[in-house]
C-alpha cells in the first residue's frame, strides 16, 4: 500500500471483520517507500515476491498523487488487475485504486468523525466550517479535495496529523454509510476472499 495512513486505516477494518461481513484474516501490510506512484507503476511487481508466502495480495493507493491521474481511476484499476492477472498472483490479487484520494472514505456523516478530528462540541460544527471554509458544497456528501479539506479541519482544531487517527475513524464509523466505490469494492474483494463464518 502507499503509505502509513492507508496500512492504519486497513488495521481498522480488519479489527472490525463483522462490521466488514467477513471473517477474521490474519494479514501483513507493507508500505511501498515511493508512496501512491510507485504503486501505480510497479506495484505488481512489488507484489510479484510475495506470491508464494500469502494467500491473497491487495494493492491500495490513492489515485490522486499516482502519477497516472489521466487515465480514469477504474481504467486503471482494471489495467494493473490484468496485469496482476498474468503475474504469479493470478486471480488471488487485486488493485484498489481510491478515487480521488483516502480520505474520501473519512468524510462519513457519523459524529465519530468530529470526535476523532476534534470538533464535537465546537461551533460551528465540522459540516458549517466546511461548507463556510469553501471546502465542501451544500448538501454534498463530501468535500471535492478530501486530503486538503480533512487536514484543514485538523489544524483548524489544534489536531496533530497522525496515521493512528485513519485507524480510529476506521474501528468506529459505521460501514454501511460509505458509499464511496473503492471501498465497496475493497469490502466486495475481502469478502469473496474471506467470507463470513456461517452462524
Known sequence: MADKDMEHALKGLFARPQSMSIRPVVYDTFVHP??????????????????TQYDHGLLLFDHEGSGREATPSDELQREIDGHLATSAWGERAKAVVVDPELEAWVWSPSPHVDDVAGW????????????????LREGAPKPARPKAAFHSALRAAGVARS????QQIAERVSLRR??????????????????????
Open 178 to 199: 460509505c458509499e464511496d466505490r473503492s471501498f465497496r469494492r475493497l469490502q466486495r474483494t475481502l469478502q469473496e476472499w474471506f467470507p463470513a463464518d456461517p452462524v
Open 163 to 166: 496515521a493512528s487517527l485513519y
Open 120 to 135: 464535537t462540541g465546537r461551533a460551528p460544527s465540522l459540516r458549517e466550517w466546511l461548507v463556510t471554509e469553501g471546502w
Open 34 to 51: 515511493q508512496h501512491d506512484p510507485a504503486c501505480a507503476r510497479r506495484g505488481v511487481s512489488f507484489l510479484a515476491r510475495m506470491s
